[in-house]
């Protein structure tokens, strides 16, 4: 990169260029999500403005992000933020970035929510709040967009990761909604013993660690810049999902939910696992926005 006078038409058109040449997927929207951050402008802005000069240091920070980029630090990671079910949050590399898939299994949960008309109508009822456990909540977007959209909703969100729980915090905080869930640190059902939770759920929720231990090295460069402990299932990949298929039963009441993200390829593994669990109902396994069978509910007996 050649130093002196640099447009934002000139500035784009080199980072897209070093982008392809690195490999980096949809090259122009990086480039452009780069620079709208180091200059706090809108997309649409930077057309509108390709002759304008950046300054020294609006140039160097750029270059460093491309730099980052090209080396497969993920763009959440770099510009500290994701969109995820038409909220934002932020994240950084102590947490798993959210994605699409998980979109689906709030999606279909809350629809399983409102068709079992468990929904709390008052929400100044506290005395029976309608109560969802999120295992692994990361930057806290599972629970914070259900809490959000579920009237008189409590969380406990739980996550072994102490620097990703004071995300999820930030991201409550900002939401102003941090009164209505408690983050806990421990490993998956482990903090809830104690607090006399037993029967009372009616929400079991979690998009776990899911990859085969010996598939963690086949990920893509980009995939293994997150968190180990969010993606390592264990050595088939199914090792959270024992827990949690014989350990969501202790806490859930009778008829209410238990909802799973899954692996493309796991579907019939974890419907085996709930099946012969015994207080479960049989699953109902739906699709993500690729077709993959990618989510599991049920539900308690």
């Given at each position: 990169?050649?130093?002196g006078?640099?447009?934002?038409k000139?500035?784009l058109?080199?980072?897209?260029?070093?982008f392809?040449?690195?490999?980096?997927?949809?090259?122009?929207?990086?480039?452009?999500?780069?620079?709208e951050y180091?200059?706090?402008?809108?997309?649409?802005?930077?057309?509108?403005?390709?002759?304008?000069l950046?300054?020294?240091?609006q140039?160097?920070?750029?270059k460093?992000?491309?730099?980052?980029?090209?080396?497969?630090v993920?763009l959440?990671?770099?510009?500290?933020?994701q969109?995820?079910?038409?909220?934002?949050?932020k994240?950084?590399?102590?947490v798993y970035?959210?994605?699409?898939?998980?979109?689906?299994?709030v999606?279909?949960?809350?629809?399983?929510?409102?068709s079992?008309?468990l929904?709390v109508?008052?929400?100044?009822?506290?005395?029976?709040p309608?109560?969802i456990?999120?295992?692994?909540?990361?930057?806290?977007?599972i629970?914070?967009?259900?809490v959000?959209?579920?009237?008189?909703?409590?969380?406990?969100a739980?996550?072994?990761?102490k620097?990703?729980?004071?995300?999820?915090?930030?991201n409550?905080?900002?939401?102003?909604?941090?009164s209505k869930?408690?983050f806990?640190?421990?490993?998956?059902?482990?903090?809830?013993?104690?607090?006399?939770?037993?029967?009372?759920?009616d929400?079991?929720?979690?998009?776990?660690?899911?990859?085969?231990?010996?598939?963690?090295?086949?990920?893509?460069?980009?995939v293994?810049?997150?968190?180990?402990?969010?993606?390592?299932?264990g050595?088939d990949?199914?090792?959270?999902y024992?827990?949690?298929?014989r350990?969501a039963p202790r806490?859930?009441?009778k008829?209410k939910?238990?909802?799973?993200?899954?692996?493309?390829?796991?579907?019939?593994?974890?419907?085996?696992?709930?099946m012969?669990?015994?207080?479960?109902?049989?699953?109902?396994?739906?699709?993500?926005?690729?077709?993959?069978?990618?989510?599991v509910?049920?539900?308690?007996?």
């Amino acid at each position: 990169m050649e130093k002196g006078n640099w447009t934002i038409k000139g500035i784009l058109e080199w980072a897209i260029s070093h982008f392809k040449k690195r490999g980096i997927e949809s090259p122009r929207l990086n480039a452009e999500l780069l620079l709208e951050y180091v200059l706090k402008k809108s997309r649409p802005d930077l057309y509108l403005e390709f002759d304008r000069l950046l300054s020294s240091s609006q140039l160097a920070l750029f270059k460093k992000l491309v730099l980052k980029r090209s080396h497969y630090v993920p763009l959440s990671y770099l510009i500290g933020e994701q969109d995820f079910m038409d909220l934002r949050f932020k994240v950084n590399s102590n947490v798993y970035i959210p994605r699409p898939e998980t979109e689906v299994l709030v999606e279909e949960t809350l629809k399983a929510v409102q068709s079992s008309k468990l929904v709390v109508k008052d929400k100044s009822d506290w005395s029976k709040p309608f109560l969802i456990v999120d295992l692994g909540t990361g930057c806290g977007n599972i629970a914070i967009s259900l809490v959000k959209r579920i009237k008189g909703s409590r969380a406990y969100a739980i996550d072994v990761s102490k620097e990703a729980l004071e995300v999820a915090l930030q991201n409550a905080r900002f939401y102003k909604i941090e009164s209505k869930i408690e983050f806990l640190q421990g490993d998956m059902f482990s903090p809830l013993y104690g607090l006399d939770l037993e029967g009372k759920v009616d929400l079991v929720i979690s998009n776990p660690p899911y990859i085969a231990t010996d598939e963690i090295e086949k990920l893509s460069p980009e995939v293994k810049k997150e968190p180990r402990i969010a993606l390592d299932g264990g050595k088939d990949g199914l090792n959270f999902y024992r827990r949690i298929v014989r350990e969501a039963p202790r806490f859930l009441s009778k008829g209410k939910l238990l909802a799973l993200e899954i692996g493309y390829d796991q579907a019939d593994k974890v419907r085996k696992l709930i099946m012969t669990e015994g207080n479960l109902e049989p699953p109902v396994i739906i699709a993500d926005y690729e077709g993959n069978q990618r989510i599991v509910l049920s539900r308690r007996r």
